[in-house]
Nanobody, 118 residues
Framework: QVQLVESGGGLVQPGGSLRLSCAAS????????MGWYRQGPGKPRGLVAR???????EYADSVKGRFTISRDNAKNTVYLQMNSLKPEDTAVYYC????????????WGEGTLVTVSS
């Protein structure tokens, strides 16, 4: 069974930067895309950024221009570079992988906490 493990979360000051990493334990069968979602206090989980196997990216409007998603296929890893962090970015960030197995299968990491505060 594929496992996703996130790392890189922590406490940063507003305006600071952080890079999240998500490593899959093995190659994901029929991988379609990988991405990052987040869930802040009192908010539902929502998309932060996503990258398809073809390299197409999409971002939540709230993070455009500040966050960048990238991947290293050889390492089964996806990254999220977060710059100009704001307090409203505080959330648990979850790594996601989309597979086309069984007409759609999602893999999720357990999450890593990002806190933006002075």
């Amino acid at each position: 069974q594929v496992q996703l493990v996130e790392s890189g979360g922590g406490l940063v000051q507003p305006g600071g930067s952080l890079r999240l990493s998500c490593a899959a334990s093995e190659s994901i069968p029929r991988l379609n895309a990988m991405g990052w979602y987040r869930q802040g206090p009192g908010k539902p989980r929502g998309l932060v950024a996503r990258i398809t196997v073809g390299g197409t990216t999409e971002y939540a409007d709230s993070v455009k221009g500040r966050f960048t998603i990238s991947r290293d296929n050889a390492k089964n890893t996806v990254y999220l570079q977060m710059n100009s962090l704001k307090p409203e970015d505080t959330a648990v960030y979850y790594c996601n992988a989309e597979s086309l197995v069984r007409y759609g299968t999602d893999y999720w990491g357990e999450g890593t906490l990002v806190t933006v505060s002075s």
